[in-house]
Every structure is written in C-alpha cells, then in structure tokens.
T-cell receptor
Framework: SAVISQKPSRDICQRGTSLTIQCQVD?????MFWYRQQPGQSLTLIAT?????????ESGFVIDKFPISRPNLTFSTLTVSNMSPEDSSIYLC?????????????FGPGTRLLVL | GENVEQHPSTLSVQEGDSAVIKCTYS??????FPWYKQELGKGPQLIID?????GEKKDQRIAVTLNKTAKHFSLHITETQPEDSAVYFC??????????FGAGTTVTVRA
C-alpha cells in the first residue's frame, strides 16, 4: 500500500488566516482526495484532485475556501482560507491504488487544525 | 447521493468475545464496501473490503459479509483483543473511489 505523509501534523491558527496542508505519496497515483473530519464525526469528501486538471469539489465546498494544487503525481496541497473556528477539524488526504475495478483507497495520518 | 447508516455508535465487548458492526446503504448501484479502523491521533487504516460480486470475505479474525438484496453489510471481529479498541468506519462506493462513510462505531474491548 502507498505510504502517505502530511505536513503539518497539527497546527493552531488565528481566525482570518490561511493554512496550506501538504500531502506527499511515495508512489505515483492518478487520483488524490481531500477529506474533512470534524471533531468526533465521520469523514466528508472535500474534493478530488487529479494531476493536470482542476480539482472537483463536492457540494458545500468551494474553491475560494479550499484551493487545491496537484502539480505532479506524488504531491498535492490543500489550503484552508480565511479560517474561522468552524474550520477546526482533521484534514485527511487519501489516494487510490490498484488496477481497474480493484481500486483501494489509503489515507494519510491527517492534519489536526485548531482555529482560535 | 449515497447514504450509509452505521450501527451501533458505541460497542463495548469483553476481551475474547466477538464484535459485530452493521451498515446499510441506499444506492443499489454501490459495488465496493471498505472498512476502516481509526485509532486516536491517526488516519483511517483499511482493514478489509468487499466488492459486490462476493458475499463474504475473511482475513484472520476479521470478516465482512454483504447482502446486496437487503443493501447491508457487516463487520465481524472474533476473539477481540485490547488493540482492537478504535473507531471503525464503513463506507460504500459506486465507482471505486468516491467513498460515502458511515458515522462510525467506537469499539472498546474490556480486558
């Protein structure tokens, strides 16, 4: 399975500021995903990031708030912009691996964000 | 979109006993059902998955069953150990990558 790292692992930020989270994978992958996990809650997909194209956002998430970059097949960033306390969550990146109809999704360790 | 319901929300079992978590899904087109284990401070870890062409899958003490007609699938953990204590999430997907997650089950194994 893919080895995924995220930076930073955690951060405390002031409201109104922005934070960029990095996700690095040890192998080339076509699809990368960004999820949000609010305190004590389940995982919600923010967007899908494919290299060479614009990210696809899920309902309730917009590019101005969560801009995403995918410059190559092993790296992606998610920026949480103009933060408010409601953005306090765990942000997770994940990747798909496997052949056609056999894809399996693996998650990184997450970035724990607290907004004051 | 897909809606996944997961029960129970919390589960406490005696070490050595079995634990069962059940999930239902709404979209009959869903064909991929992974289970993740999340320990405190860590990301979700894939522990087992099943696809719609299979009714049951087993990996040591963990098994998953799928009933496509009833649109539900279950995780079975036998001979539970303290290290099985974690939050477990089920998920469903139509196209292998866009996962819809259940709300999670907090499992506590009592020594």
């Amino acid at each position: 399975s893919a080895v995924i790292s995220q930076k930073p692992s955690r951060d405390i930020c002031q409201r109104g500021t922005s934070l960029t989270i990095q996700c690095q994978v040890d192998s080339q992958v076509t699809m990368m995903f960004w999820y949000r996990q609010q305190p004590g809650q389940s995982l919600t997909l923010i967007a899908t990031a494919n290299q060479g194209s614009e990210a696809t956002y899920e309902s309730g998430f917009v590019i101005d708030k969560f801009p995403i970059s995918r410059p190559n097949l092993t790296f992606s960033t998610l920026t949480v912009s103009n933060m408010s306390p409601e953005d306090s969550s765990i942000y997770l990146c994940s990747v798909d691996q496997g052949g056609w109809a056999q894809e399996t999704q693996y998650f990184g360790p997450g970035t724990r964000l607290l907004v004051l | 979109g897909e809606n996944v319901e997961q029960h129970p929300s919390t589960l406490s079992v005696q070490e050595g006993d079995s634990a069962v978590i059940k999930c239902t899904y709404s979209d009959s087109a869903s064909n991929y059902f992974p289970w993740y284990k999340q320990e405190l401070g860590k990301g979700p870890q894939l522990i087992i998955d099943i696809r719609s062409n299979v009714g049951e899958k087993k990996d040591q003490r963990i098994a998953v069953t799928l009933n496509k007609t009833a649109k539900h699938f279950s995780l079975h953990i036998t001979e539970t150990q303290p290290e099985d204590s974690a939050v477990y999430f089920c998920a469903a997907s139509i196209d292998d990558y866009k996962l819809s997650f259940g709300a999670g089950t907090t499992v506590t194994v009592r020594a």
